[in-house]
């Protein structure tokens, strides 16, 4: 069988045109619409935070791309603590390309805990994005908290939603995911980073 590749490959590390292409894909109504942030992103500033992520040590952001070079999406790591081995998480997807959301999250999942060895993901999810809440929960995340009007979004306060995920958890239940193996196997994931940031 001939697999889909998947390269999930570190930000910093992309062309100048990868970048700016990521950056259109995030500007995008049906994308930031989901964010904190949500007005459209320059080029200086995208700039700005690409320089930055060079020497952070916090954050891990990944380009997603496809057999073809495509862009799928992004996908990042923030608020890397290494000392208690946990970390936030965020992703977005080309709204063009359907049925690539659970793909990205299954195999995240398994990079985090079982290849960068750390044991508690979290994520925060503003309560307008609700397909994103029950994708989250049927990949094992359980809903630890509400902060209630908590940001603001067309002018109006609305909630956050705080879900959670432990290695443990995730090892001993992801086998509940096996009828969704099929699909997944369809699928050769390659993750691009620089090794120095396990050090």
Request: proline share 1%.
């Amino acid at each position: 069988m001939v697999k889909n590749n998947l390269i999930f490959k570190e930000i910093t590390s992309c062309t100048d045109d990868q970048i700016k292409k990521i950056r259109d894909l995030r500007n995008l109504e049906n994308v930031r619409k989901f964010m904190y942030t949500d007005h459209i992103i320059t080029e200086q500033e995208h700039l700005n935070y690409i320089t930055k992520l060079k020497n952070d040590k916090k954050n891990l952001v990944f380009i997603i791309f496809n057999h073809t070079n495509q862009i799928i999406g992004l996908v990042s790591l923030n608020s890397i603590d290494k000392l208690h081995k946990k970390a936030d998480w965020a992703f977005y997807t080309n709204p063009e390309i359907k049925n690539i959301g659970a793909v990205i999250e299954y195999y995240f999942i398994e990079f985090f805990f079982n290849q960068l060895n750390f044991e508690k993901l979290n994520c925060e999810v503003i309560e307008n994005n609700i397909s994103t809440q029950k994708l989250h929960k049927k990949f094992l995340f359980e809903e630890e908290g509400i902060k209630k009007e908590n940001i603001i979004k067309d002018h109006k306060r609305i909630n956050v939603h705080f879900y959670g995920l432990t290695k443990s958890n995730w090892n001993n239940r992801k086998s509940e995911l096996s009828k969704f193996n099929i699909f997944f196997n369809k699928y050769s994931v390659k993750f691009e980073f620089n090794k120095n940031f396990l050090n």
